[in-house]
T-cell receptor, first 111, second 114 residues
Framework: SAVISQKPSRDICQRGTSLTIQCQVD?????MFWYRQQPGQSLTLIAT?????????ESGFVIDKFPISRPNLTFSTLTVSNMSPEDSSIYLC????????FGSGTRLTVV | AQSVSQHNHHVILSEAASLELGCNYS??????LFWYVQYPGQHLQLLLK??????LVKGIKGFEAEFIKSKFSFNLRKPSVQWSDTAEYFC????????????FGTGTRLLVSP
């Protein structure tokens, strides 16, 4: 199965700032997915990122808040913009890989 | 829109007890079904998956799940749990024609007491 390297693993950020999360896959994949896991809750899909096209966002998530880049078939970034304490969550990337493999996650705390 | 329900939010068992965690989904078409486990402080790991074929699926660590299409269910089972099975368990569904996105249930926290 694919191996995903996600970084940073955790960060504490000031409100109003932005954080960019990187996700590197060891093989080429068509689609990459970004999820959010709020404290004590399940995973919610933020957006699907295809190489060469704009990401597709789920209801409740907008590009201005969560801009995504997908410059090639092995890499993607998610930016959490203008952060507030409500953005404190774990953010995960995932690829479809005969069962969907997940990165180790980025634990974000906004203070 | 597809949705996934896990009715047991918290389960407490003693070691060697049998486990069954419920998972129901709402989607009338072809689905792929998954169970993931998240051990404390660790990332999600795939336990097992169902795409087609034998509805009884065996996964890692002695877990199995049965797909019952008529009940829209995919319950997870283990005949004898261990303390190391303490974790959170997530059921997830990927419906055909949904551009491969996974929809997760709310999760079940399992605590196994030694």
């Amino acid at each position: 199965s694919a191996v995903i390297s996600q970084k940073p693993s955790r960060d504490i950020c000031q409100r109003g700032t932005s954080l960019t999360i990187q996700c590197q896959v060891d093989s080429q994949v068509t689609m990459m997915f970004w999820y959010r896991q709020q404290p004590g809750q399940s995973l919610t899909l933020i957006a699907t990122a295809n190489q060469g096209s704009e990401a597709t966002y789920e209801s409740g998530f907008v590009i201005d808040k969560f801009p995504i880049s997908r410059p090639n078939l092995t890499f993607s970034t998610l930016t959490v913009s203008n952060m507030s304490p409500e953005d404190s969550s774990i953010y995960l990337c995932s690829v479809e890989d005969d069962g969907y493999t997940f990165g180790s996650g980025t634990r974000l705390t906004v203070v | 829109a597809q949705s996934v329900s896990q009715h047991n939010h918290h389960v407490i068992l003693s070691e060697a007890a049998s486990l069954e965690l419920g998972c129901n989904y709402s989607y009338g078409g072809t689905v792929n079904l998954f169970w993931y486990v998240q051990y404390p402080g660790q990332h999600l790991q795939l336990l097992l998956k169902y795409f087609s074929g034998d509805p009884l699926v065996k996964g890692i660590k002695g877990f199995e799940a049965e797909f019952i299409k008529s009940k829209f269910s995919f319950n997870l089972r283990k005949p004898s749990v261990q303390w190391s099975d303490t974790a959170e368990y997530f059921c997830a569904v990927n419906a055909a024609l949904s551009f491969q996105k996974l929809v997760f249930g709310t999760g079940t926290r399992l605590l196994v007491s030694p």
